[in-house]
Structures are given as structure tokens and as C-alpha cells.
């Protein structure tokens, strides 16, 4: 099974900053992962997948990069929307599909 | 596109709950579709996965043999059976879909549906 450890756990910045995420996998993924973004009583929802493609309707301070085992997740210029949990998955290697343990991005 | 879980609850240890998934204003019937669960406080955890014609299905190691997730394409409906419930399988269950726009990644998520397994 693949693990994702993502960092940090928790990330603290204001509006208009700009957020980098990591994401690390065990074993090489390849292009083969993907973030979603979690807010409170919601559901997550796809920002990007293989790495580094928006998925529909993501605005474009959101990137993506990395290939192998290493990835980032880029947020340019903070909005007050943003703040959320971050999750980091891979479907190289399935079953099981394995997302890493999220990072909290909060006002500070 | 929108997915609508429903038949959560409350059960005890050892029980059974059936969920269903139901694809409301669009056709299931050529994706494949999945379950996610997230346990209070917790990350995401992937259950199970069933693809368009319900041939090939996969779970993850805890829900083997204790779950059973099937389709009904007629109906426009996904199922996960649950037996031998624990505590541990406490969280909201999430019917999500593999978008081929997406390269097969998870691109639409259910509302969820929570899951608690209590005596």
C-alpha cells in the first residue's frame, strides 16, 4: 500500500499570502495524484488531478506540481475561501486508493 | 451531477445497514463508482469500488468480507450492504464517481451519509 504524508499538518497565513502544501508518497506514483479541498459539513472537491491539471471550474491561483514522489500543491494569492483541508490522494497503485492525512489551512 | 446517499444511521455493534446512492438528473449506469468513508475528526479512507457494469469489484482490507457493495444499473442505483458493523466503521459514507474527464480520479462527490455503530 502506498502512503501519502502530507506537510505540514497545519499551515497558518493570512489573505492575499501564498500557500505551498506537500504531498510525499512512498513508493513512486508517477503523475498519478490528485488534491481536494474539504470545507467544514462539506463534501471534498476535486482541484486537481494528475499532478497538475485543474479539474472544471478551478479557479487559476490553483497548481499543482511534481511527478514520482514529491508533490506540491500551490494557492498563489490567498482568498478568504481557501481555508479549508487540503488532501492529497494517488490511484497509481489500487486497491486501495490511499489519500494522505490532509493539511489544515487556517487564517492566522 | 449530483449524487444522493441515504440510509445511514444508528445500529449496534454487530449489526447490518444498507446504503444506497442514487444519481439524481444523470445516468450512473457508465461510471464507475466508489465509497468513501471519513470517520469524526478523521482524513478521508476509500471503502470500495464497483465499475460501470458491476463486474469487477475491489475493497479495502478492513470491509472484506463484511461489506458488499453492488449496482443496480436499471435503477440508477449503488449499494453498499454492511455486516458485522464495529465501531471503527463509524463516519459519514460518501458515493463518489470515477470522472473519465478526470482521468478517473474522484470528480463528484455525494452529500454523504452518517454511519454510526454504537450500543
Redesign the interface.
Known sequence: EIVLTQSPATLSLSPGERATLSCRASQSVGIYLAWYQQKPGQAPRLLIYNASNRATGIPARFSGSGSGTDFTLTISSLEPEDFAVYYCQQRSDWPPYTFGQGTKLEIK | VQLVESGGGLVKPGGSLRLSCAGSGFDLSPYAL?WIRQAPGK????VS?IDSSGTFI????SVKGRFTISRDNANNSLYLQMNSLRAEDTAVY?CVRD?P???????D????TQVTVSS
Open positions: 466508489n482524513g478521508l479512507e476509500w469500488c475491489y475493497y479495502e482490507d460518501y470522472g474527464v478526470a482521468d478517473y480520479f474522484f470528480d462527490w455525494g452529500q454523504g
